[in-house]
């Protein structure tokens, strides 16, 4: 069964500090994942996805199926980054989630 | 164009009663996803249905289903109210199933 793995349930980081919000998945054919995130107050949204191989927000991810993770990475935090982060993983219709990482952004 | 919209946004029941929630999807979307969101169990995928088709179902019992319509808006229901219900019940409508545009959520409270 397909299963999404985030190690970290909260994550604290100063501004302008580089950060990595991990995400571990399980599944044994080729994956569709990407990166959703929810703002306070908004509602979730895509940051991005591995097939897009884009960099958005100054956000990047890339996926490495020899250990099977798809991190989410920035050099250099902003506070307005500070939000909950969901890694997810696309099998034929079905998406599952991560639990999600909760990020701060300290100034 | 307009987003996903969820009526209504927020619903007290009781046990034992049953709830119908609604989607309307972005026009021209034919995918609607339903996810249930709790702090115990983060997002959790209940169903996705394609041209009033269900393409996939989550680990729920039988008490959650849904429906399509024609016009792509979608339906869910949860017969039988149990406490642990209360949730946030999220919609999102996607052209291919690739990216998700989510709703604001219905929040369904359990008393």
């Known amino acids: 069964a397909q299963r999404v793995t985030q190690p970290e349930k909260l994550l604290s980081v100063f501004k302008g500090a580089p950060v990595e919000l991990k995400c571990n998945y399980s599944y044994s054919g080729s994956p569709e994942l990407f990166w959703y995130v929810q703002y306070s107050r908004q509602r979730l949204q895509l940051l991005l996805r591995h097939i897009s191989r884009e960099s958005i927000k100054g956000f990047t991810a890339d996926l490495n199926k020899g250990e099977t993770s798809f991190h989410l990475k920035k050099p250099f935090a902003q506070e307005e980054d500070s939000a909950m982060y969901y890694c997810a993983l696309l099998n034929n219709n079905d998406m599952r989630f991560g639990a999600g990482t909760r990020l701060t952004v300290k100034p | 164009k307009a987003g996903v919209t969820q009526t209504p946004r927020y619903l007290i029941k009781t046990r034992g009663q049953q709830v119908t929630l609604s989607c309307s999807p972005i026009s021209g979307h034919r995918s609607v996803s339903w996810y249930q969101q709790t702090p115990g169990q983060g997002l959790q995928f209940l169903f996705e249905y394609f041209s009033e088709t269900q393409r996939n179902k989550g680990n729920f019992p039988g008490r959650f289903s849904g429906r399509q319509f024609s016009n792509s808006r979608s339906e869910m229901n949860v017969s039988t109210l149990e406490l642990g219900d209360s949730a946030l019940y999220l919609c999102?409508?996607?052209?291919?199933?690739?990216?998700?545009?989510f709703g604001p959520g219905t929040r369904l409270t359990v008393l």
């Open positions: 999102a409508s996607s052209a291919e199933f690739n990216e998700q545009f």
